[in-house]
């Protein structure tokens, strides 16, 4: 078997007598939970720092984001309170004062937590 040749988002992959093609592009519903896992990785970091109880629900979490990212939570909300354990989410029209900033796939977001 050769190595894989990528062009573009094919990658082609030769052997002997077989030529395999697979299309790696994502769908828009693919790219948006990929993003939300991303935000849920994030608040679980936020999570640890002040050592909360893994049990501990939440009462707010407080999101202020745009573009794709903004989609994603829109989109996946459930999915995002249930995997940090939070009773409620807030995706903010403003950015917000406090909390911590990241860059996921090159849109910042700002979250805040309040146990």
Request: charged content about 35%; overall charge negative; proline content about 4%.
């Amino acid at each position: 078997m050769e190595k894989p040749d990528w062009e573009g988002d094919l990658v082609r992959i030769k052997t002997e007598n077989t030529l395999i093609i697979v299309d790696m592009s994502l769908d828009r519903e693919t790219l948006l939970e990929g993003l939300a896992r991303e935000i849920i990785c994030r608040i679980q970091v936020l999570r640890k720092e002040p050592d909360l109880p893994v049990s501990l629900v939440a009462e707010k979490l407080l999101l202020y984001t745009e573009g794709d990212l903004r989609e994603a939570v829109e989109k996946h909300r459930e999915l995002i309170m249930n995997e940090v354990c939070v009773k409620r989410l807030e995706l903010q029209e403003k950015p917000l004062s406090t909390g911590k900033e990241w860059d996921i796939e090159g849109y910042k977001i700002k979250i805040h937590l309040i146990p």
